[in-house]
């Protein structure tokens, strides 16, 4: 057996799977209820132990928040897990399940297990976005999941298209999460992003040029991609695919339009499958690739 967690700061989910990958129990859990750490992973151990029975899991993968230590598998300061400071996670798992335990970014686990069960099987070089509150990204090449140096590669909301651009959280300006992120959205609009999108898609003008101008922004880090990692698939996941008929004409259009990127090399472009699964399945896989 193995065993993935998806670790957010609403909630936290455990899935127990076999070797294949093959998913057989499943269990989540409201995070703000759990409290502290410790209390998230007796939890998530006592899930582990009820739905493994008397088989013994062998390998355990954790998706979490950033930013983190993968090396020492430790969470550094997440801001959506207020108190999670230097908590060292993969310790606290390995010794209360009896396993080896790896911590990874959880999009970049998202990205993983799209590319393996989901819009991107097929893929030998897939770039996965998430655009939701933030901006996020994995990159999988070669059919390998690529971390970089730091574990943190596939930032791309943290990519500058703008260098004399508002000022982003990050502290850099004019970066792509300060146009396109749904906090940002919503701060610049006094609406949620569910509210804005949904006038946008019946045809408030004022709505649909906010959500246009984001989408271009969007389109516009989709070309930097492309340039950079040369991918045969991107796959878009994250809230505000929700809305997937409103953007995904401007994204396809401003993607088309770079005169650089000729059709026969040009990245095909689609929506996440997985939904909200997409964190739990990559932790699985994590799991499965380092058993």
């Not at 008397?54 to 993968?61: D, F, I, P, Q, Y």
């Not at 230590?69 to 009896?98: F, H, I, S, Y």
């Not at 003008?205 to 340039?227: C, F, H, P, Q, S």
Request: hydrophobic share 40%; net charge positive.
């Amino acid at each position: 057996m193995i065993a993935g967690i998806d670790l957010g700061g609403t909630q936290v989910r455990v899935a127990l799977a076999r070797s294949d990958g093959r998913i057989t129990a499943t269990a989540r859990a409201r995070t703000p209820l759990l409290k502290t750490p410790e209390r998230v992973v007796e939890w998530a151990a006592a899930q582990i132990e009820k739905h493994s029975g008397r088989e013994k899991v062998r390998s355990l993968a954790i998706g979490a928040p950033g930013p983190i230590d993968t090396r020492r598998g430790v969470l550094v300061n997440p801001p959506n897990l207020p108190g999670w400071r230097n908590v060292p996670l993969t310790a606290l798992l390995e010794q209360a399940v009896g396993c080896p335990a790896y911590l990874e970014n959880d999009a970049n686990l998202a990205g993983l297990g799209e590319y393996h069960q989901g819009a991107g099987r097929g893929a030998v070089n897939l770039v996965y976005v998430t655009w939701s509150t933030g901006v996020g990204g994995a990159l999988i090449l070669g059919g390998r999941l690529y971390s970089g140096s730091h574990g943190s590669a596939g930032e791309i909301g943290h990519t500058v298209v703008d260098p004399d651009g508002p000022l982003d959280g990050c502290g850099q300006r004019g970066c792509i999460e300060v146009f396109c992120g749904g906090r940002q959205l919503a701060a610049q609009t006094g609406e949620s992003t569910s509210e804005l999108f949904e006038a946008a898609s019946k045809g408030d003008l004022e709505a649909r040029m906010i959500v246009n101008r984001a989408a271009t922004y969007m389109g516009i880090g989709l070309i930097n991609l492309t340039n950079l990692v040369d991918p045969d698939v991107i796959v878009m996941g994250g809230g505000i695919t929700r809305s997937w008929k409103v953007v995904e004409p401007v994204l396809t259009a401003t993607l088309r339009g770079s005169p650089f990127i000729k059709p026969n090399r040009r990245p095909r472009l689609r929506r996440a499958r997985l939904g909200d699964r997409g964190g739990l399945v990559g932790a699985v896989e994590w799991a499965r690739h380092n058993l």
